[in-house]
T-cell receptor, first 113, second 111 residues
Framework: EAGVTQFPSHSVIEKGQTVTLRCDPI?????LYWYRRVMGKEIKFLLH????????ESGMPNNRFLAERTGGTYSTLKVQPAELEDSGVYFC???????????FGSGTRLTVV | SQKIEQNSEALNIQEGKTATLTCNYT??????LQWYRQDPGRGPVFLLL?????KEKRKERLKVTFDTTLKQSLFHITASQPADSATYLC??????????FGSGTQLTVLP
């Protein structure tokens, strides 16, 4: 089966601009997660979708971040406007409702300059 | 606050030996614990999951133990190979499905 796909793999934007990250989970996986790793820190949870519904968005840093999951398939994470501290690697993961572990994508490296 | 500590940021061992990685946690009662492998420029890859009522799990050359009294998990790689060189991440999960990750241990297996 195809893995979790994230696009783009790298993005460099200026402070104040908008960036949209996309994640295509494994087909049939109801659970979709976004995580982030900023320089020198641990991977941190951002939010969790079950199908198209936000189950838990307690990790979202602030209202500049907006996540959507259209029709319970792919998901987007928009940062608007981007700030310097938003730089990091954004990972998407998916799991089956009764999955044993999470399948992560390769991540999107976001650099805000 | 919840805290996860993984032993030494880097661990070097000789090929053929057993690598033992440690994950300690505080202020947390996880329902399960997962171990992931991460290579540079890639996302974490799931290896093993162990639940709070399990003491040990094995998969090929991998073994995980979970001691909820000590609040510790040990991750063993037997007969280590240079291809096992990577960063290994410990992650804890509870009733909410989000994972809390440790900072990882970078393992280097020397030929």
């Amino acid at each position: 089966e195809a893995g979790v796909t994230q696009f783009p793999s790298h993005s460099v934007i200026e402070k104040g601009q908008t960036v949209t990250l996309r994640c295509d989970p494994i087909s049939g996986h109801d659970n979709l997660y976004w995580y982030r790793r900023v320089m020198g820190k641990e991977i941190k949870f951002l939010l969790h979708f079950v199908k198209e519904s936000k189950q838990d968005e307690s990790g979202m840093p602030n209202n500049r971040f907006l996540a959507e999951r259209t029709g319970g398939t792919y998901s987007t994470l928009k940062v608007q406007p981007a700030e310097l501290e938003d730089s990091g690697v954004y990972f998407c993961a998916s799991s089956h409702s009764r999955g044993n572990g999470y399948t992560f994508g390769s991540g999107t490296r976001l650099t805000v300059v | 606050s919840q805290k996860i500590e993984q032993n030494s940021e880097a661990l070097n061992i000789q090929e053929g030996k057993t690598a033992t990685l440690t994950c300690n946690y505080t202020n947390y009662s996880p329902a399960y614990l997962q171990w992931y492998r991460q290579d540079p420029g890639r996302g974490p890859v799931f290896l093993l999951l162990i639940r709070e009522n399990e003491k040990e799990k094995r998969k090929e050359r991998l073994k995980v133990t979970f001691d909820t009294t000590l609040k510790q998990s040990l991750f063993h790689i037997t007969a280590s190979q240079p291809a096992d060189s990577a960063t290994y991440l410990c992650a804890l999960g509870g009733s909410a499905r989000q994972l809390t990750f440790g900072s990882g241990t970078q393992l280097t297996v020397l030929p």
